[in-house]
């Protein structure tokens, strides 16, 4: 079925990977613990590979100390990386011994600046492996910024589509908007429960059928039928979607955007085999600094054919007033709106560096193993009674998934708890974790088993409250809870978890009476 603009709604001294019984009894929920599992197991039973990443405990408890410092346990890796303290102490140097100016000009703090930009757009390249005659690297304050620019630069038309997976960011949903204010149809290939995953056979069908517009008068701009984004990975479910669509998308004559900004924490990209047009990113989910700072890298022959609806400082080559007439610059900066931000763009240079001094495997690994133990925990978590304590949405296993897990728990009347009661419990328990839709609706609505028929009662109704919304809908919370895994997360993270959970939420009917009202997804 295909949907068309569907309505959205620690310790630090703990350097091995073995988690003792005697580590374990340190939390006030073991007893619990153990009346449900027996005798705890450690992660190396059943991930053995887990032993190889110890260096990430060692980085735990140096350069990211001060989590275990903070009694912290942070899961909320996909929502932002941590920086280590030698970033921030390599932006200080910096500062302390370089004098940058505003790019745009060629004194000596100008070029300083320039040289710095520069640099970094080269490590971003050859982190991906892109070519600099192929691709360009171009600045923006983050994924988001670079999918409007796509969007809004895009030659949509009537004779156009823009193809969207339903698992996929707010941020290039958006570019719906547009695309229908260029009369181009927007079509949704949707996300089929429990694995929460999209049937290739089915976007192909979707991919392979023409717009009535095309058919009557040839394709758009240079022969493109339109556009397909989706996500390398979903910051919903974790499900990793085949990279091999970008090529299937690209015989079919669509340009794609692939959103790899939950992906390239944990995962490489190889951008001399898997090509889109475009990919988005947001630098601070890798490494957590510098904030403000994301890309869009673009084939140059794709940007050759896009149009902006405006021109600013530092994108053209030159422009009149006398007379309406400008002309682009010739290169990416005709994308890069004013000044960029040249104090912290340096830091991406340092950060990708630093992600290569650990190694992507060892972080992927790591992220793997817990992802995998954690689902095998909270698949078995049950109240007395033998009801199951939680409902995972997604896979249930590593196969072909990141680190991010979304679940609801269930009450002891099989009621899901408020994820607004989660969120300000584990808050308290010093438990950082994201609760809600995550701004993924599309397949969030899966997930939760919404159909169209009660989604179109949005259009016409007049309430003016989320949770009034929520109700119309029939939906049982607000969403649900993420957990996400990253570069220097443990297996004690894992293991306050579940005793939070268990202690909190183990035979105990909750209600959402007291709880402020929600004002987002």
Request: aromatic share 8%.
């Amino acid at each position: 079925m295909v949907h068309a603009e569907m309505v959205q709604i620690t310790t630090p001294e703990s350097s091995t990977s073995d988690v003792t019984l005697a580590q374990a009894e340190k939390h006030p929920a073991f007893d619990a613990l153990q009346a449900l599992h027996g005798a705890m197991s450690a992660v190396t039973d059943a991930y053995p590979e887990y032993r190889t990443t110890s260096r990430l405990d060692e980085l735990r408890a140096t350069e990211y100390s001060y989590l275990d410092k903070q009694d912290h346990v942070y899961l909320d890796y996909t929502g932002s990386g941590l920086d280590a303290y030698a970033q921030r102490s390599a932006h200080d140097e910096r500062l302390a011994s370089t004098l940058c100016g505003n790019p745009h000009s060629a004194n000596p703090t100008s070029e300083v600046a320039t040289h710095l930009i520069e640099q970094a757009r080269a490590k971003i390249l050859a982190h991906l492996r892109a070519s600099p005659d192929e691709y360009a690297v171009i600045f923006t304050p983050n994924a988001t910024g670079a999918a409007r620019l796509v969007g809004e630069a895009y030659p949509f038309s009537r004779r156009t589509r823009l193809i969207l997976s339903t698992d996929n960011h707010n941020s290039v949903n958006g570019l719906r908007e547009f695309a229908r204010r260029s009369h181009t149809r927007t079509v949704y290939v949707p996300t089929q429960p429990p694995e929460l995953r999209i049937d290739t056979a089915v976007l192909k069908r979707v991919l392979r059928r023409r717009s009535p517009w095309a058919t009557l008068f040839g394709p758009g701009t240079a022969g493109r039928r339109g556009l397909f984004a989706y996500p390398a990975q979903s910051n919903f479910s974790g499900v990793r979607h085949p990279l091999s669509w970008v090529r299937l998308a690209q015989k079919q004559g669509y340009d794609v955007l692939l959103d790899a900004a939950a992906y390239l924490p944990t995962g490489n990209l190889d951008l001399s085999i898997v090509q889109p047009e475009f990919l988005i990113v947001s630098w601070y989910k890798l490494f957590g600094y510098p904030t403000g700072v994301g890309c869009l890298i673009a084939k140059r022959s794709a940007l050759a054919r896009m149009s902006r609806p405006w021109f600013s400082g530092g994108t053209i080559k030159a422009v009149a007033v006398g007379v309406r007439w400008h002309e682009m610059a010739p290169d990416e900066s005709a994308f890069e709106d004013g000044t960029l931000n040249f104090l912290s763009i340096p830091d991406v240079t340092f950060g990708l560096d630093w992600l290569a001094s650990i190694g992507m495997h060892v972080i992927a690994t790591r992220v793997r193993c817990l992802t995998g133990w954690f689902l095998d925990r909270l698949g078995r978590l049950e109240h007395s009674s033998g009801a199951p304590m939680a409902r995972i949405y997604g896979p249930k296993d590593t196969k072909a998934r990141g680190g991010t897990i979304a679940f609801n728990f269930l009450d002891a009347v099989g009621k899901v708890v408020d994820e607004r009661l989660v969120a300000a419990e584990s808050a308290a328990a010093r438990i950082s974790l994201r609760t809600g839709c995550f701004c993924n609706p599309g397949v969030a609505e899966n997930a939760l088993d919404l159909r169209v028929s009660n989604l179109r009662q949005l259009r016409h109704s007049k309430t003016a409250s989320l949770d009034e919304i929520i109700n119309l809908m029939g939906l049982p919370s607000g969403g649900a809870i993420r957990v996400s895994f990253g570069l220097v997360s443990t297996a004690e993270d894992v293991d306050r978890f579940f005793a939070f959970a268990i202690k909190t939420y183990r035979d105990r009917v909750t209600t959402p009476a007291g709880l402020p009202p929600r004002d987002r997804c």
